[in-house]
């Protein structure tokens, strides 16, 4: 059995860079922080930073392009890549991305404004809001930018319908 998965959760170090091939697909990369903190045998608390590149292709990529900003919380699930290049000087060169299948939007930077954010976060089609999506090359949805203020909250215990399943945003 094989078995090549990542998850992460870390802070975006830049904005998506957002691209298209030229069959039109789009191609989105994301520079990605991860950082863990212990405490050594002398009592010093230590971090230690790791950097990630990601890709995120299809409509996951526009999503992100869209709504991703530097400095947001995010967690993603993919799988490692290598891929080899050759540089200007002739030396052969091999990077490590993570190709992004899943992703779930987090908390906004800290200070930013609702302008800011880009409209941050998406509204879905239905009464529930959602910030999961998987890498589907699926019909967009119907969907608008929604500011904070007008996020729905959804209290478990004020439900008294059942749930319908048009009412699912996936």
Not at 23 to 40: F, N, P, V, Y
Not at 63 to 89: M, P, W
Not at 131 to 160: C, G, M, V
């Amino acid at each position: 059995m094989n078995v090549n998965k990542v998850i992460l959760i870390g802070r975006l170090t830049r904005d998506p860079e957002i691209r298209s091939t030229t069959s039109g697909q789009t191609i989105a990369k994301i520079g990605l922080a991860t950082s863990r903190t212990w405490t050594d045998k002398n009592g010093q608390k230590q971090d230690q930073v790791e950097y990630h590149n990601l890709t995120l292709w299809g409509r996951l990529g526009e999503i992100a392009g869209q709504y991703l900003v530097k400095g947001q919380e995010c967690y993603f699930e993919g799988r490692l890549q290598t891929n080899s290049y050759t540089g200007k000087d002739n030396v052969e060169r091999k990077t490590t991305d993570i190709v992004v299948e899943t992703m779930q939007m987090g908390s906004k930077p800290q200070g930013m404004g609702s302008s800011d954010a880009r409209n941050y976060p998406p509204k879905a089609n239905s009464a529930h809001n959602t910030s999961s999506f998987q890498n589907q090359n699926a019909p967009s949805q119907n969907t608008r930018p929604q500011k904070e203020e007008d996020l729905p909250t959804i209290n478990l215990d004020d439900e008294k319908e059942d749930v319908r399943i048009e009412d699912v945003p996936f």
